[in-house]
């Protein structure tokens, strides 16, 4: 069992910044693969992000490379995702993943947090 607990999420300007965390519950959390995923009303969910399982490689959606980081601390079972320059188009729940699997812009994921709001004003 993986559990995960999304925090961070709130409302911001475009242009602003915002730093998702996830804390997951898990005995070993080194052995996944982990990532964001996001959902806009009315639309599928979608991949943001992905990090390997000690950190040293890392995937982004291409609406999202050079403004987003994701990075992990295995010490404390975090993954976070650092968010710069906000643009309207990145309202969405934001959804903390276990487990992922898959290559470009599609991955699935056996594992889900309950998701966190972000919303960006104009």
């Known amino acids: 069992q993986v559990q995960l607990v999304e925090s961070g999420g709130g409302l911001v300007q475009a242009g602003g910044s915002l730093r998702l965390s996830c804390a997951a519950s898990?005995?070993?959390?080194?052995?996944?693969?982990m990532g964001w995923f996001r959902q806009a009303p009315g639309e599928e969910r979608e991949f943001v992000a992905a990090?390997?399982?000690?950190?040293?490689?890392?995937s982004y959606a291409d609406s999202v490379k050079g403004r987003f980081t994701i990075s992990r601390d295995n010490a404390k079972s975090t993954v976070s995702l650092q968010m710069s320059s906000l643009k309207p188009e990145d309202t969405a729940v934001y959804y903390c993943?276990?487990?992922?699997?898959?290559?470009?812009?599609?991955?699935?994921?056996?594992?889900w947090g309950q998701g966190t709001q972000v919303t960006v004003s104009s």
């Open positions: 993943a276990a487990n992922l699997r898959g290559s470009g812009n599609y991955y699935l994921a056996d594992y």
């Open positions: 898990v005995r070993a959390f080194n052995s996944y693969a």
């Open positions: 990090i390997s399982r000690i950190g040293g490689a890392a």
